[in-house]
């Protein structure tokens, strides 16, 4: 159980382009989602969170304008990546919790966004 | 300042052999600690989990340590094998309200070979 997928698992784009990326909680209803970023070498680093049905909160330095985070359903939040540049390049994780204050997060497998 | 340290950074064992990874926390309130486990390319895997009362934690070959008093914690793995070869995280979670925030470390990448 709780298993949480991600679409796509790799994407290359074009400097420019916008890039969506989907977080599916396959087996449970993810009240809260989370959005990581993580470079090479280094750890996970919180992009944002996101409530079903709600705005998205991000974190510190994030540009909410640049990554869009839309959390439509309890099973479905999904992060595009707009006028993406190569310094967007990395590695995008989500997580998702069943109950808004439990500390179980379960991550998906990672989308690794490479932008030419 | 919250912030989880790991050492080492790398690491390089034979097959068959143990290792000891180290985690050093300054996350204050502390809620609890998790060790995952994160193979290249893909999202991280929960080892175990220790809260403030709990001193050891096993999860097969894998036992993590935790002193809340010293706020150091470790991962022992027993008879490394090469699938063991991963990026180790340690992760705290402050207790701030009922705001869910993990502290990540930056990891120790362990490579066993044969």
């Known amino acids: 159980g709780a298993v949480v997928s991600q679409h796509p698992s790799w994407v290359i784009c074009k400097s420019g382009t916008s890039v969506k990326i989907e977080c599916r909680s396959l087996d449970f209803q993810a009240t809260t989602m989370f959005w990581y970023r993580q470079f090479p070498k280094q750890s996970l680093m919180l992009m944002a969170t996101s409530n079903e049905g709600s705005k998205a909160t991000y974190e510190q330095g994030v540009e909410k304008d640049k990554f869009l985070i839309n959390h439509a359903s309890l099973t479905l939040s999904t992060l595009t990546v707009t006028s993406a540049h190569p310094e967007d390049s990395s590695f995008y994780i989500c997580?998702?919790?069943?109950?808004?204050?439990?500390?179980?997060?379960?991550f998906g497998p990672g989308t690794r966004l490479t932008v030419l | 300042k919250n912030q989880v340290e790991q050492s080492p950074q790398s690491l390089i064992i034979l097959e068959g052999k143990n290792c000891t990874l180290q985690?050093?926390?300054?996350?204050?309130?502390?809620?609890?600690l998790r060790w995952y486990k994160q193979d290249t390319g893909r999202g991280p895997v929960s080892l175990t989990i220790?809260?403030?009362?709990?001193n050891t934690k096993s999860n097969g070959r894998y036992t993590a340590t935790l002193d809340a008093d010293t706020k150091q914690s470790s991962l022992h793995i027993t008879a490394s094998q090469l699938s063991d070869s991963a990026s180790y995280i340690c992760?705290?979670?402050?207790?701030?309200?009922?705001?869910?925030?993990?502290?990540f470390g930056a990891g120790t990448r362990l490579a066993v070979h044969p």
């Open positions: 220790m809260t403030f009362s709990e």
């Open positions: 985690c050093n926390y300054t996350v204050s309130p502390f809620s609890n």
């Open positions: 997580s998702a919790t069943e109950e808004t204050f439990t500390d179980t997060q379960y």
């Open positions: 992760v705290v979670r402050h207790r701030s309200g009922g705001y869910n925030k993990l502290i």
